[in-house]
Every structure is written in C-alpha cells, then in structure tokens.
C-alpha cells in the first residue's frame, strides 16, 4: 500500500479565478491516492457549500436589519399616510377615481329598454386616463421609497415591477375578459418595443443633453443582452417552425383571403403545447437571472453591489444609507397593494371606454394594439414624466441647473426584459389554466420588429454608454415601426390560429362573412 503511495500526504496549488476575475492561488493538502508527484486536486464541496450559506444568511440578515431598520427609529403611521398624501401635487387627480367609477356604472334604459351608459365613452376614458395619474404617481414614489427599505438592486426591481403593473393588467384583461389574443399579442409587442425604444430613447436624449455621455452598469448591461436576446428568440422559433413547414394545398375562404389546410386544430396543439414548454423554460431563465443579479458568486456578494460598479451607482448606495425615508414600510405595502386594485379596475374601464377609438377611427388591429394601447397604458406616468421634465427645464433656465446626472439607469429596458421574460410565458401559462389558447406563434412582423429593435438596443448599449444623438436614432426607429404598422392588416393564419373558437369553427365563420375571431 505504502509503494503505491496510498498512504501520502501532498499539497496541490490550484490556479482558481473570483468572480471578479483575478486569479488567487489556493494551497490545498489532500489525501492522494497516487504518488506525491501525480497527485489530483480534489474539491472540499462540504466546506463549500458551508461558505455559500454563510455569505447567504449574511445577506439575509442584512435585508431584513435594513428594511426593519434595526436601531432606528420607524416612521409613524399617521406621519406616512400624510407624506403619502402630500406627496405630489398630482394626488389631487385622486378626484377622478371616483369619477371613473360614475362614468362607468351610472346607466340608464333607451327607447328598447337597453342599458346605456349615461356618459359617453370619451368622457369615461378620460375620466379613467386622469385617475390613473395619481397611481402611477404613487407607484414610482413608493417604490423609491421603498428602495430606502430594500436597496438598489431590490428597491430598483420593486419598482421595475410596480411600473409593469399597469401593462400587465391590461394584458391579462385582454387575455381572461375579452380572450382578444391577436391584439393581446400585438399589445405585448407594443409594449415591449415602447420600453425599448420609446422611453428609453427620450430618457438619453434628456439625460444626454449636456453631457457627452451617460453611464450603464457594465454587468448588469451585459447580462440584459443575453435576457433580452433571449426573450425576442424565444418568438423566433415557432415563427420559424412555422413559416417551414409545408402549407398543402391552399383553402380559398374569400376572394382575398386564403389559407393552407396545415391551419388546423392540431397545428394549433402543436405551438401551444410548444409555447407552454418555452414558457416553463423562459420562466426558469429569468429567475435565474434574478438570483445571479441578487446573489451573485463569491464571497458575501448577496444584495450588495460588486466592486465593479460605477461609482455614481456606488454613490447612490451611500446616498440610500444615509437618507431616511418618509413612510413606514408596513404603511406603504398596504397602500399599494390597494392601488393596484383599484388601478386594475379603472385600466379595464378604460380599455372598455378606449373601443370606441378603433371601431370610429378605422385603425387596423395592429397598429391599434402595438402603439394606442401600450401609449395609452403608460400615458399616465408619461403624463407624470412630461410634468417633471418642464420642471427641470424651468429650473435650467431660470434657476441655478442641477448638474448632469452621470449615471443612465435604463430602467424601460429592464421592463422589457421582465416582460418577455416573466409576463409574456405567464400568459402563456394562465391561458393554460383558463383554456385560452394563448401561444407564442406571433405574427411575422411583430418578430422582424422585436428582432431589429433588440438589435438596436443591444449596439446602443453594447459599451456602457449612451449620447443623446443614440437616444434620437432609438426614437426614430419606434416611429418608423409606427408608420409601416399603419398600413399592416396582419397575417390571416396567425390570427385563425389565435382565434377562442376551434379553428375549423373560425374559418367556417370567416367563409360565411364574419370574423377570425
């Protein structure tokens, strides 16, 4: 035993990287089973996986001594309830909540003996567009404030999520009350690419104006490439599945319309049953993503930002410890939770009161879903960002101007990838559960767009930088999205495919006159 070394002790120098890529040398002695000259490294996984939940209870311990702010002082309740009050003058919008909820229950009987709405649908739209201002309002400010309670990496993923709400509302009522999948895959689309390049675009060029370039957090663009990527690849593969296989013999339905017999019930079982294991998988991806960015390798890292973040991001994390917040943070999650009830009523009223625009208007679906749904979902915190914005420009102009900002957070970005990474396969997934056949066969255009506007977004980014003259080419290509959209009818197979009834039932219906829905 002894001849072959069994017995020996020898030390190993194992060549390793951190997370932060320097190279640390570590000596390890182990029980070789070969000669001292051939020994092999052998990992102490026990001892390992003690550090990992070490550094884990570490940061879970910082997370909850930081939001029960262990040693200092709570704020009161009724002093949180009056901040939140007088937070903004926009809380006097609040007035039009109830209004809202007038317009749309107060009815009376026609000459039929019908019900009728008393107030008509324009008035009940604004109504509903006014009363989401405070909401949305309260949702920016309470999830900032919540960041106080939560830090940057958690208080910036609340309000990622707070500022979704609204378009995952009006999804899901797209989804469960109109079961309308054709325009929800539209909206979705719509969303994504307003957050994308829209908002993002008019947030460089503002934030760019006077100063040559602003900065993004080197990892967390990185890894947003890779999610971002994955979501629009995601729509690529049953498009392409789809546009493969072969149609057979064409299906005249009207003298402008017609379709291959592979437009069928079972085609349709083949992409939901696909979609629902994309879903599953994109699902598994983003909250992956969310425990890399929370708990990422390495040594006490958990709900702390790396070495390698810009110093504005790290000046920011000092300016969160030091500054104290104004309401308490049990006040503020009852409160918005309260908010998105009501939020998600009045955004069904006013998707109900916004149906008139497209039946007068003869806006095709499309362009009805991809851009008036989406702008009008965020015209509200569009309304609150265009009231701060001329704020800012009066002090600019005529006050002492504040120093440009360095640091370009992206957030609209982040909605995006939370979008196509979290919402869109959980509609997959709750159209599941309700029986819609909610799939991620879009049309073919909407994916050539997500595709190019991924691309641009990607190569603006790609250095962790950005200029306001990258932020116009963003907006500029939304409005060209726009101006092709206007004239786009969409394809008919992708719409029979979505359609609530079987498919046979919705190309019967077509044939005779009616719809594809």
Not at 183 to 195: C, E, F, Y
Not at 421 to 443: E, I
Not at 444 to 456: H, I, M, P, R, T
């Amino acid at each position: 035993m002894d001849e072959l070394g069994l017995g020996a002790t020898s030390t190993t120098v194992v060549r390793q990287r951190t997370f932060k890529g320097h190279p640390v040398d570590v000596e390890k002695a182990e029980e070789s089973g070969l000669d001292g000259n051939h020994s092999m490294p052998v990992l102490n996984t026990s001892s390992t996986a003690m550090r990992q939940l070490e550094d884990l209870e570490a940061g879970l311990n910082r997370f909850v001594n930081r939001f029960t702010r262990k040693g200092k002082k709570n704020v009161p309740v009724v002093a949180s309830l009056r901040a939140i009050a007088f937070s903004s003058w926009l809380n006097l919008f609040v007035i039009f909540i109830p209004l809202a909820w007038i317009a749309h229950f107060v009815t009376k009987k026609n000459e039929l003996g019908e019900e009728v709405e008393v107030f008509p649908h324009s008035v009940t739209f604004t109504f509903c567009f006014l009363a989401l201002v405070p909401l949305e309002w309260l949702f920016d400010w309470g999830g900032e404030q919540l960041a106080l309670y939560l830090g940057t990496q958690l208080g910036d993923f609340v309000v990622i999520s707070l500022n979704n709400i609204v378009e995952a509302t009006l999804a899901i009522i797209l989804l469960c009350r109109n079961c309308e999948l054709k325009l929800l895959q539209s909206t979705i689309v719509g969303v994504v690419i307003l957050h994308l390049l829209l908002i993002p675009g008019a947030a460089f060029i503002t934030g760019g104006a006077n100063i040559v370039h602003q900065q993004l957090h080197p990892h967390f663009t990185e890894l947003n490439h890779t999610l971002l990527t994955m979501g629009v690849l995601s729509l690529l593969l049953p498009a392409a599945f789809f546009s493969a296989i072969n149609r057979g013999v064409l299906r005249e339905l009207t003298r402008d319309v017609a379709v291959g017999i592979i437009v069928n019930d079972d085609t349709r079982h083949i992409f939901l049953v696909m979609s629902r294991g994309i879903a599953v998988l994109l699902l598994a991806v983003y909250v992956s993503s969310r425990i890399f960015l929370h708990n990422p390798p390495g040594k006490n890292n958990a709900l702390m930002l790396d070495a390698d973040a810009p110093a504005a991001m790290m000046e920011e994390e000092k300016e969160l410890l030091k500054e104290e917040p104004k309401a308490n943070q049990y006040v503020l999650i009852v409160v918005l939770l309260i908010s998105i009830a009501i939020m998600a009523a009045t955004t069904e009223w006013l998707v109900e009161s916004i149906e008139f625009v497209r039946e007068s208007g003869n806006i095709q679906e499309e362009w009805f879903g991809m851009f008036l749904l989406p702008i009008c979902s965020w015209a509200a915190n569009g309304f609150v960002t265009i009231v701060y914005f001329i704020r800012y420009t009066c002090k600019h102009f005529f006050e002492e101007p504040e120093p440009p900002a360095e640091l370009a957070k992206a957030r609209a970005i982040d909605l995006s990838i939370q979008f196509t990474l979290f919402w869109m396969p959980f509609l997959v997934m709750l159209g599941w559960w309700t029986g819609k056949p909610m799939s991620l066969l879009f049309d073919f255009f909407e994916v050539a767009v997500l595709l190019g506007s991924c691309f641009l977004v990607n190569y603006v980014t790609a250095d962790a930088k950005t200029n306001w003259a990258e932020g116009f080419a963003m907006v500029a290509f939304y409005c060209m999205i726009a101006v092709c959209a206007w004239f786009y009818t969409g394809q008919p197979e992708i719409n029979f495919l979505l359609s609530c009834q079987s498919v046979a039932e919705a190309l019967t219906s077509f044939a005779a006159g009616g719809t594809s829905e």
